[in-house]
């Protein structure tokens, strides 16, 4: 079974600061995505990497996916309260059959003004 | 806006019930995958169509089940309903066909379902 651990479970920040999630697993993935998601709602896309060490900017956030393809990060840089919500990443595996997303545990995220 | 709906967006319902959810994928995506979320157990894949066929199950109950209709649009059934199936359950599609490493799924709004 692939499981995908998220940490911190719970961060709350003032505004401004700089913040790091990270999701880690054992398993290797084909692809990983990270979500956001609002209470009541759908996980809304925010990335996508495949290859190891790669890294992606999305404005004020930094994403990387470890060389083995097993962790991921996200980094966000000054914080603001438009930013608090459910991180989730989701790993997609690699063969035929086993396109879905096995997701994390989640990352509430608190931005304090 | 993903491009993905679903209908209904609430659904309050008995023990012993039976419900249909709807989904319908963004243009173009022929994969059409159901995830079930709870407070205590997250995000759960339920299971995957492709162009109209099972591709994939995952944590699915045997009092549920899925089909794929000729137009791409999905529907999940749940019978038999338990105070346990009170979840949202969201519907994704993606265009994936299993030929490259991108699988970019693009979620519902999802259906809460309320067992009573």
């Known amino acids: 079974t692939q499981l995908l651990e998220q940490s911190p479970q719970f961060l709350s920040i003032q505004e401004g600061e700089n913040l790091t999630v990270y999701c880690n697993s054992s398993s290797v993935f084909s692809s990983l995505q990270w979500y956001r998601q609002e209470p009541g709602e759908g996980p809304v896309l925010l990335v996508t990497v495949v290859t190891g060490g790669e890294v992606k900017k999305l404005k004020r956030l930094t994403f990387q996916f470890g060389d083995a393809r097993k962790d991921s990060s996200l980094h966000i840089t000054a914080a603001q309260p438009g930013d608090t919500g459910l991180y989730l990443c989701a790993g997609a595996g690699t063969n035929f059959g086993n396109e879905k997303l096995t997701f994390g545990t989640g990352t509430r995220l608190t931005i304090i003004p | 806006d993903s491009g993905v709906t679903q209908t209904p967006k609430h659904l309050i319902t008995a023990t012993g019930q039976r419900v249909t959810l709807r989904c319908s994928p963004r243009?173009?995506?022929?994969?059409v995958y159901w995830y079930q979320q709870s407070l205590d157990q997250g995000l759960q894949f339920l299971i995957q169509?492709?162009?109209?066929?099972?591709?994939a199950k995952g944590n699915i109950l045997e009092r549920f089940s899925a089909q794929q209709f000729p137009d791409l649009h999905s529907e999940l059934n749940l019978s038999s309903l338990e105070l346990g199936d009170s979840a949202l359950y969201f519907c994704?599609?993606?265009?994936?066909?299993?030929?490259?490493?991108?699988?970019?799924?693009?979620f519902g709004p999802g259906t809460r379902l309320t067992v009573l």
């Open positions: 169509y492709y162009n109209g066929e099972e591709r």
């Open positions: 994704a599609s993606s265009v994936y066909s299993g030929l490259s490493s991108y699988n970019e799924q693009f």
């Open positions: 243009s173009g995506d022929l994969s």
